[in-house]
């Protein structure tokens, strides 16, 4: 059974403070996906990585993929305020097949 | 920007009853997808529908459930007889090159 662990579960920072949530597996992935969800909603899409190594950036997010492709990192600079939210990391085996989703981290940046 | 759009927002239930939730993928998808996520806890695969028929399922998409697609645009999950543990957010979702997640159900079952 494929899992991933994302941590921190929480994390409470002051605004303009770095952070990086991590998401590891013992299983390969053929991509990684970064969600935002907010509450009452669905998962919205960030970014997907898919080779080895990749390195995506977003505005202040930084995204990476590791070289054997069985954990990403999610990097976030400067955070403020409105990046508070829960964020999760999704493995998907092949392209199609279901996701498999780590059990998110909550961040809360207070100014 | 295109949206899978889900019906209703919110379902009260009793025990027992069965319930159709609905979803509208987006239009040029190949894939469709039912996921649920049970409050404080991650997000869980429950089946995935290509080409009008299913194509991968979960161990949780047991013989109380079942997926539809009776026209070109609506895709719906059913489950037959409601248990207290299938209180849950349900997710469509569908893919081209990305996931779209409609903004779920919230099924209460009680």
Redo the contacts between chains.
């Keep these: 059974t494929q899992l991933l662990e994302q941590s921190p579960q929480f994390l409470s920072i002051q605004e303009g403070e770095n952070l990086t949530v991590y998401c590891n597996s013992s299983s390969v992935f053929s991509s990684l996906q970064w969600y935002r969800q907010e509450p009452g909603e669905g998962p919205v899409l960030l970014v997907t990585v898919v080779t080895g190594g990749e390195v995506k950036k977003l505005k202040r997010l930084t995204f990476q993929f590791g070289d054997a492709r069985k954990d990403s990192s999610l990097h976030i600079t400067a955070a403020q305020p409105g990046d508070t939210g829960l964020y999760l990391c999704a493995g998907e085996g092949q392209a199609g097949t279901a996701l498999i989703f780590g059990k998110g981290t909550t961040l809360s940046v207070s100014s | 920007e295109p949206e ?1 759009t889900q019906t209703p927002s919110h379902q009260v239930t009793q025990m027992g009853q069965e319930v159709i939730l609905r979803c509208v993928p987006i239009s040029n998808h ?2 469709f ?1 039912w ?1 649920r996520q049970i409050l404080g ?5 429950l089946v ?1 529908f ?1 080409n009008n028929e299913i ?2 399922k ?1 161990e949780i998409f047991d013989d109380q459930f079942s997926v539809e697609r009776p026209d070109g645009s609506n895709f719906t999950l059913k489950i037959r007889s409601t248990k207290l543990e299938d209180s849950a957010m349900y ?1 469509c ?1 569908s ?1 081209f090159y ?7 159900t ?1 099924l209460t079952v009680v």
């Design positions: 899978v190949l894939y997808y996921y806890q991650k997000v869980e695969f995935s290509y194509s991968e979960s997710f979702a893919t990305g996931y779209t997640f409609g903004s779920g919230r």
